[in-house]
């Protein structure tokens, strides 16, 4: 979907070289380049901060489940488009987001540039006329459940695999000993918690270690909170303010501060 006339003057275009560019269509009449035009959209992997699943959607009748998606107005920052677009389609506020990639869909002659973008209360969710249907899936879910083969899942599946291996479980971290983590994957964590786990007079930072020294142990970011797994299943989840929440019986929870 390349432009052949000015949309100026509407003028056929020819091509030209533009020192540094390249060839470049150009109008005869205007004497001007015509850069090509195309459109810009913001697609989005809508996560509910309090429980970590994430928001797919069914729209214009299809079978498929795909993510939140619009275009992004002339003048609108993306930013401003992720959030405006979400509201829309959802009634759900934006309270972080995450750039994530971006990929031009020819089809369309759309550059598309998707986010993570996290919601704080999902129990507001009221879709608008656009959407047929919605439903909340743990990430395992949500990579089964988008549409195959779709640009949507390839988004979806990009930044899953930034915060977790393909089969759900975590990802192994390692900290050095003076309590300094260079991994950016943990710079989502909530500040508190990041102060409780990293200053070594933070209340979890026994525990933090005993995750560094114990192989069967991982750890992985997720919605601001630290979900910690022995051999790939949850055991406790840490989170800046609110009480641990102990998910299955282990040693590690032992650790805790108000469970000795
Ligand atoms: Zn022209």
């Known amino acids: 979907m390349i432009q052949k006339h000015c949309h100026q003057c509407g003028t056929a275009l020819i091509e030209k ?5 390249g060839i470049v269509p150009y109008c005869p009449q205007c004497k001007d380049y015509r850069f090509p035009m195309y459109n810009v959209a913001v697609s989005m992997v809508v996560i509910d901060e309090q429980s970590g699943n994430i928001l797919l959607i069914k729209q214009y009748g299809r079978p498929h489940f795909i993510l939140v998606a619009g275009y992004v107005n002339r003048g609108e920052a993306l930013e401003e488009a992720v959030k405006r677009e979400i509201k829309e389609e959802t009634n759900l506020t934006v309270s972080r987001i995450i750039y994530n990639r971006t990929s031009f869909f020819e089809p369309s002659n759309t550059l598309m540039c998707n986010f993570t973008a996290f919601v704080s209360d999902a129990s507001l969710m009221s879709p608008n006329g656009e959407i047929d249907a919605y439903q909340w899936f743990s990430p395992v879910d949500a990579r089964r459940n988008i ?6 899942e390839k988004f979806l599946n990009a930044y899953l695999d930034t915060v977790e291996k393909p089969t759900g479980q975590s990802v192994p971290v390692r900290c050095d000993k003076n309590g300094e983590c260079g991994s950016e994957e943990f710079a989502d964590l909530c500040s508190h918690l990041q102060k409780k786990l990293f200053d070594s007079d933070g209340i979890y930072h026994h525990l933090w ?3 560094q020294n114990d192989p069967e142990l991982s750890a992985v970011a997720r919605s601001r909170q630290l979900h910690i797994y022995r051999k790939g299943k949850k055991v406790l989840v840490l989170a800046g303010k609110a009480a641990p929440k102990i998910i299955r019986d282990d040693s590690l929870c032992n650790l805790l501060p108000n469970n000795k």
Do not use: K, M, N, V
């Open 209 to 211: 270690l005993a995750i």
């Open 147 to 152: 549409r195959p083969d779709s640009l949507a």
């Open 17 to 21: 070289e533009l020192e540094g560019e």
